[in-house]
């Protein structure tokens, strides 16, 4: 079967996940209450190889939100934008130079609201391999390639805490490489590993 068939069908037969794994903490379900959330939408672009992998990119240093964190490209929901997934293409295309006819939509995954009030919708794509991106300097420093089996292991997957105004709040991070894939992003790829309950 091919990857965009496998994923389409995972995604269409999976789990639908209990509301609270949604929130930007997963123990915390008072953080899904807040009905004033701005919408946003990120990419998980898959490498259509016999190996597949996740495209993702490391923030600079010098952003004033979010500095140096790893993420999928992605951002607001802008009035321009008809949907999540329009929105989500267009962020990838300015954020990487990945054009939105390289993509294969294979469709939108289970909504993950963060503490910092953004309702973000996952939208899975196949991309080809080994495509040439371009980084947008202005928003990220760096494209990289994560295995998709490493990202959706749950032994991978470590829980930690830290205190966050005032509150202890529990998280999610993956290490790959020496780097530290976290926080909302993570969280996403945790959420979509217990819907797609990949075998490889």
């Known amino acids: 079967?091919?990857?965009?068939?496998?994923?389409?069908?995972?995604?269409?037969?999976?789990?639908?996940?209990?509301?609270?794994?949604?929130?930007?903490?997963?123990?915390?379900?008072?953080?899904?209450?807040?009905?004033?959330?701005?919408?946003?939408a990120v990419l998980v672009a898959v490498t259509d190889r016999d190996d597949p992998g996740v495209i993702l990119t490391q923030r600079p240093d010098t952003m004033r939100r979010h500095a140096g964190q790893i993420a999928f490209p992605g951002g607001r929901i802008d009035s321009g934008d008809t949907d999540a997934i329009a929105a989500a293409l267009r962020e990838a295309e300015e954020e990487i130079a990945l054009r939105r006819d390289q993509v294969t939509v294979i469709g939108t995954a289970d909504r993950y609201r963060t503490v910092t009030g953004f309702d973000v919708t996952p939208v899975i794509g196949v991309v080809p391999p080994d495509l040439s991106f371009i980084p947008n300097k202005a928003e990220v420093a760096d494209v990289f390639e994560v295995p998709l089996g490493f990202l959706l292991e749950s032994a991978n997957h470590?829980?930690?805490?830290?205190?966050?105004?005032?509150?202890?709040?529990?998280?999610?991070?993956?290490?790959?490489?020496?780097?530290?894939?976290?926080?909302?992003?993570?969280?996403?790829?945790?959420?979509?590993?217990?819907?797609?309950?990949w075998t490889g």
């Open 1 to 40: 079967m091919m990857l965009a068939e496998r994923l389409r069908l995972a995604l269409e037969t999976g789990h639908t996940l209990d509301t609270v794994l949604l929130t930007g903490d997963h123990r915390d379900p008072e953080l899904d209450a807040s009905p004033a959330m701005a919408r946003a």
């Open 158 to 197: 470590i829980e930690a805490t830290t205190e966050w105004q005032g509150r202890n709040r529990h998280y999610y991070e993956i290490n790959w490489e020496g780097r530290r894939i976290w926080g909302a992003t993570a969280a996403m790829i945790v959420n979509l590993s217990r819907r797609l309950r």
